[in-house]
């Protein structure tokens, strides 16, 4: 396993500098510069933008410059923000926290109710439960995120005025309960994004599951239903299963974007788009690297889960 673990972490080296070189190099080929956006406040004379040029570094050659940012990177700093002046490591950790409550009660709260939907539905095809599951998994894969969004605040913002629009707390209250008043709508706009994927791939996997031979086996040994659905059935099931919730690791961590904008949530997403929009690039290469190493590790903690889930995987 140690060997299987370092071969898997030297694998991921070369990944993630292919990642970030791609990100850094088109990132500085888009139309603008932060030299730009910090010469919209004020009239500077072209001696003073080239000065200002030089001062960010803009100057010199993309290479050179991912080099000088990578070696940055190898000492533990990310840089400064040319647009909010504050390192981009203090950002990052001041926004990572509401992104992960946010979206991490989404994916736990997504997990709970779309796993046994599912595999209701693969237990009863063809029945009302097996419809309510297409019917949820057509809305959570075919809406748009923004438009749930909308819906959500013109509903119990706007007309029954019964949770915030936006925000995380108001003003002057840092209660637990403001807290989850403002956690509540968009965690469930964005549970309702994840359940289709998770819904769709459980009760595939059950219904493909409960076809095998292992499964009239263990029925015809006289096991209750309920053991041969959970003890064999959704436990051979759990590689698709979890290989489908491990792919929502970059909006754990990265944030859901469109959802973060349309209530004011202060997380990773609207961070990273305030960034895009100003050209911070040191704030962008800051979130790809806090986004890319986080699916990395998971995609190797997930290939480590498949053994124990599948025996079969670490004897091949």
């Not at 489908?244 to 974007?257: K, S």
């Amino acid at each position: 396993m140690l060997k299987f673990i370092v071969k898997r972490i030297l694998i991921s080296i070369p990944i993630f500098l292919c990642i970030t070189f791609a990100v850094f190099v088109l990132s500085n080929l888009a139309p603008g510069s932060p030299a730009d956006v910090i010469a919209q406040a004020g009239n500077l004379t072209e001696e003073a933008y080239r000065q200002l040029e030089i001062s960010l570094g803009l100057d010199k050659p993309i290479y050179v410059r991912y080099a000088i940012w990578l070696g940055d990177l190898l000492k533990g700093y990310f840089g400064n923000s040319t647009t909010l002046y504050a390192p981009v490591s203090y950002l990052i950790q001041k926004r990572i926290g509401p992104s992960l409550l946010l979206t991490g009660t989404s994916i736990v709260l997504a997990t709970l109710l779309a796993i046994p939907l599912g595999v209701i539905a693969a237990c009863k095809p063809y029945s009302a439960w097996d419809n309510a599951s297409s019917v949820v998994s057509f809305l959570g894969v075919s809406l748009p995120s923004f438009f749930l969004c909308l819906v959500g605040i013109y509903v119990f913002s706007v007309k029954l005025a019964i949770l915030p629009a936006s925000g995380m707390h108001n003003p002057g209250d840092e209660s637990l309960g403001d807290l989850l008043r403002h956690l509540l709508l968009p965690s469930l706009i964005v549970c309702v994004l994840n359940m289709g994927s998770i819904v769709k791939q459980t009760r595939g996997a059950v219904l493909e599951v409960l076809g095998e031979d292992y499964i009239k086996t263990a029925r015809s040994k006289g096991l209750k239903e309920k053991v041969v659905i959970i003890k064999h059935a959704l436990r051979n099931a759990l590689i698709p299963i979890v290989t489908t919730i491990g792919m929502l690791v970059p909006m754990l961590v990265g944030g859901a974007v469109v959802t973060e904008q349309c209530f004011g949530w202060p997380g990773m997403g609207s961070l990273m788009i305030n960034a895009i929009s100003t050209r911070d690039y040191n704030t962008i290469m800051g979130c790809t690297v806090v986004i890319s190493v986080s699916v990395l590790v998971v995609n190797l903690l997930l290939d480590i889960l498949y053994t124990y889930l599948d025996p079969r995987i670490k004897k091949g």
